[in-house]
T-cell receptor, first 115, second 117 residues
Framework: QKEVEQNSGPLSVPEGAIASLNCTYSDRGSQSFFWYRQYSGKSPELIMFIYSNGDKEDGRFTAQLNKASQYVSLLIRDSQPSDSATYLCAVNIMRGSSNTGKLIFGQGTTLQVKP | EAGVAQSPRYKIIEKRQSVAFWCNPISGHATLYWYQQILGQGPKLLIQFQNNGVVDDSQLPKDRFSAERLKGVDSTLKIQPAKLEDSAVYLC???????????????FGSGTRLTVV
């Protein structure tokens, strides 16, 4: 089982629709979760983080976390063609008692927003 | 603040040759990471430094890859000898704290695209 799993897509939505991106993770001890956006040929860009169960909203983006189900999602409202990119889910995996962690990434979901 | 600087942006080498990448993190960031991103995949952590010490190199193919972070600032990643499967984008990232804790995340550099032919 992969540590962080995403559907690679592509996920295609019409302009103005809600895009829903999903991610599951295997480490029950994970405490913090990140969504990165990566345009083709560019490096990942942090768009949101979440560490409490429930929803976190930032503009058109909403991150949702359910630790019991080990599930993270990202909703993009009023999708725009400029949102077309690969969305990477990342989970912070802590290392034992050393209080250091590492970000493990899923393979990313490609989102296509059609005008 | 200046971002994470990486060079070169692109590199094409023949298999069995050697190559080196350079990274300068954001000033004051204690933690530096090297990730490998193969086309169509998510970034994979190769090595993590805390200041100039190695925290995690469990995914680094040590028979051909090496990395160092002298004086806890700049870092270099070297591949010798390169294989075709090393073709990827090598991303450097830094954070002020360990572990990518909330509100810090990681800041990535623009990456080095390596093609091995």
């Amino acid at each position: 089982q992969k540590e962080v799993e995403q559907n690679s897509g592509p996920l295609s939505v019409p302009e103005g629709a809600i895009a829903s991106l999903n991610c599951t993770y295997s480490d029950r001890g994970s405490q913090s979760f990140f969504w990165y956006r990566q345009y083709s040929g560019k490096s990942p860009e942090l768009i949101m983080f979440i560490y409490s169960n429930g929803d976190k909203e930032d503009g058109r983006f909403t991150a949702q976390l359910n630790k019991a189900s080990q599930y993270v999602s990202l909703l993009i409202r009023d999708s725009q063609p400029s949102d077309s990119a690969t969305y990477l889910c990342a989970v912070n995996i802590m290392r034992g008692s050393s209080n250091t962690g590492k970000l493990i990434f899923g393979q990313g979901t490609t989102l296509q927003v059609k005008p | 603040e200046a971002g994470v600087a990486q060079s070169p942006r692109y590199k094409i080498i023949e298999k069995r040759q050697s190559v080196a990448f350079w990274c300068n993190p954001i000033s004051g960031h204690a933690t530096l990471y090297w990730y490998q991103q193969i086309l169509g995949q998510g970034p994979k952590l190769l090595i993590q430094f805390q200041n100039n010490g190695v925290v995690d190199d469990s995914q680094l193919p040590k028979d051909r890859f090496s990395a160092e972070r002298l004086k806890g600032v700049d870092s270099t990643l070297k591949i010798q000898p390169a294989k075709l499967e090393d073709s990827a984008v090598y991303l450097c990232a830094s954070s002020p704290k360990t572990g990518g804790q909330p509100q810090y995340g990681y800041t990535f550099g623009s990456g080095t695209r390596l093609t091995v032919v």
